[in-house]
């Protein structure tokens, strides 16, 4: 089973509108958290990654929470556009090295 | 500085044959990562190195997969034979000292099709 889970599979919403992306892990010992935006064609860039004792980390319209004692993540993005079309991968390290990757989300933002 | 670099970006092949996927990493990162992501399974890691050394092979699927890094500004990845369910996008990524609290950053990937 995958430690790292990220709901929904798929999203499609129009542009200028808001979503949120859940990532849930079940990883352990917790290091950090870190989403990962893919356009289609390329490699994983990195958003944004927290540690245990942040709850909060902004990066422009995304803003990713963090709540290690439920072990739950979630990315929010404001006032969509259509370039945020793109899977977004939850990465949870344990230590160095171990890094567990969700499946990620398929985002697709229509005009 | 220029990112991961990776070659080739596409390759189709016949199956049976060999393959070399190729990494350059970001200068001074100390650790490279590969990892093949496929629509069912997503990203998997490979292997990685930390100072060139092979720290984690656990990934590497089986004994066709092989991985080198002689210095700290290159690594390939070698598959042979080649079958064509080794078809995916490999992608190689590197990272500073300490990549559980350091940054991943990936190339581009190489998008091997085995016929």
């Known amino acids: 089973k995958n430690q790292v889970e990220q709901s929904p599979q798929s999203l499609i919403i129009l542009e200028g509108k808001n979503c949120t992306l859940q990532?849930?892990?079940?990883?352990?010992?917790?290091?950090?958290l870190r989403w990962y935006k893919q356009d289609t064609g390329r490699g994983p860039v990195s958003l944004t990654i927290?540690?245990?004792?942040?709850n909060t980390k902004s990066n422009g319209r995304y803003t990713a929470t963090l709540d290690a004692d439920t072990k739950q993540s979630s990315l929010h993005i404001t006032a969509s556009q259509l370039s945020d079309s793109a899977s977004y991968i939850c990465?949870?390290?344990?230590?160095?090295?171990?890094?567990?990757f969700g499946a990620g989300t398929r985002l697709t933002v229509k005009p | 500085d220029a990112g991961v670099i990776q070659s080739p970006r596409h390759e189709v092949t016949e199956m049976g044959q060999e393959v070399t996927l190729r990494c350059k990493p970001i200068?001074?990162?100390?650790?490279l990562f590969w990892y093949r992501q496929t629509m069912m399974r997503g990203l998997e890691l490979l292997i990685y190195?930390?100072?060139?050394?092979?720290?984690?092979d656990s990934g590497m699927p089986e004994d066709r997969f092989s991985a080198k890094m002689p210095n700290a500004s290159f690594s390939t990845l070698k598959i042979q034979p080649s079958e064509p369910r080794d078809s995916a996008v490999y992608f190689c990524?590197?990272?500073?000292?300490?990549?559980?609290?350091?940054?991943?950053?990936f190339g581009a990937g190489s998008r091997l099709t085995v016929l």
């Open positions: 990465v949870v390290s344990a230590r160095a090295g171990d890094m567990r």
């Open positions: 990532c849930n892990y079940t990883v352990s010992p917790f290091s950090n």
């Open positions: 190195f930390n100072n060139n050394v092979p720290i984690d």
């Open positions: 927290m540690t245990f004792s942040e």
């Open positions: 200068s001074g990162h100390d650790y």
């Open positions: 990524a590197s990272s500073g000292q300490d990549p559980g609290a350091n940054v991943l950053t």
